[in-house]
């Protein structure tokens, strides 16, 4: 993607926030079952593309000094691959951690006060040079 300025830049970075507002409240509504059913499909996808990946990965290597500390981080392999697809199933297991009350009561002026637990989002990500960061954001 080549921009000729920083307005076009600019209004593709707004255009790119936008979207992923909107994805937001649509991902808010899945059920926990289709979101398990979400990451397991990536574990699939990843796996199945294992072949794509490891190609488009060894680009990226071979623009980088193998003797650079961060060409081990970048490398992946079909054993890392295979480790990312596995942790992303584990996740799929794992219980919602969203919607729980954590604390209800109710105040002497009859108003009900409950904390409950909400999804917060990526704040960020800083990918140094590690593909897995994407799946473990994800």
Do not use: C, W
Request: net charge neutral; hydrophobic share 45%; proline share 5%.
């Amino acid at each position: 993607m080549a921009f000729t300025t920083t307005d076009s830049l600019q209004a593709t970075i707004q255009q790119n926030l936008e979207n992923v507002r909107a994805a937001s409240r649509r991902l808010i509504r899945l059920s926990d079952a289709d979101i398990a059913a979400i990451l397991n499909k990536l574990a699939d996808l990843t796996l199945k593309n294992a072949g794509a990946l490891l190609a488009e990965n060894q680009k990226d290597l071979d623009r980088m000094d193998p003797s650079d500390p961060k060409y081990d981080r970048l490398l992946l392999s079909e054993k890392r691959l295979a480790d990312i697809a596995g942790d992303l199933r584990k996740v799929a297991s794992l219980p919602s951690p969203l919607n729980h009350t954590l604390v209800a009561r109710s105040l002497p002026n009859g108003l009900q006060l409950s904390k409950v637990t909400v999804p917060m989002g990526v704040i960020g990500i800083i990918f140094e040079s590690r593909p897995n960061v994407t799946f473990d954001v994800f």
